[in-house]
């Protein structure tokens, strides 16, 4: 079965299954973002979010109507449980930078599956997790949503140990610098070249468009691919070098 993952922008993600738009993921609020409200508004059933504490991953009126909304900390800490397409959902407890100007917020890593493929999100994440802590996600993680801008979030050293011990089938570079957002006012966060770059022995996947469908082509040696789209949810200005890199 194939399903399609749209990159909306920042840390935010649609699945779309049997052609239809099911499920987002960490919905940002433009104002959060210093981004124009031009009106853009999503469809879906459910929406999952990493916390209800901050608006650059919980702003749930992104998306119209009333979606079901799952909570993944609270599944993660146990005060809830909860499923989407019929399989549980695993969470794993995290926190924000212990440093973050804003305060350290609690949040969470989720994974679930959809079209017949493990999804798995690194939320706001702010520091590496040990091998123990990420074993909830050991065959529940074909594709990974990777946290990339580094600032007051989690560092390339820790982020590779963890995509290593995972072993995804492809990875989803995501919350790096795009402009408008993420740049000085934004945080000052490193363009989504300097993940590439580190990361030279997987092969790299242009998609050149906001949305792919998987299962898509993977490497024969067991290395990540990785899979850099473009986002549906603002337009960026003063161009996207970090589209740019092509690699075999």
Known sequence: ??????????????????GRPTIVMDPFSHEKCNLEDDGFRLEA???????????????????NGRPRVINALDVATGK???TINGEPIHAIPAAEIPDHPEGTDDNALYAFQAGGLWFGHLGDLGFGLSNEEMRPWVGHCDVMLVIT?????????????????????????????????GGAQGGGMDPVNEFLNRRTRDPVIIA?????????????DGRPTIVVLENSGYNPTGGSPEFQVRRA
């Open 45 to 63: 059933d459910t929406v999952i979010v990493s916390s209800l504490t901050d608006p650059a991953h919980d702003n749930v009126p992104l998306v």
């Open 149 to 181: 801008g580094q600032k007051y979030t989690v560092k390339y050293p820790e982020l590779d140990r963890m995509i290593d011990f995972i072993k995804p089938t492809w990875v989803v570079p995501m919350h790096y610098y795009l402009p408008p957002f």
């Open 80 to 82: 809830t449980r909860d």
């Open 208 to 220: 050149r468009h906001h949305t792919v469908t998987f299962p898509m082509t993977k490497s024969h």
């Open 1 to 18: 079965m194939s399903v399609q993952l749209e990159f909306v922008g920042h840390a935010c993600f649609r699945i779309w299954e049997g």
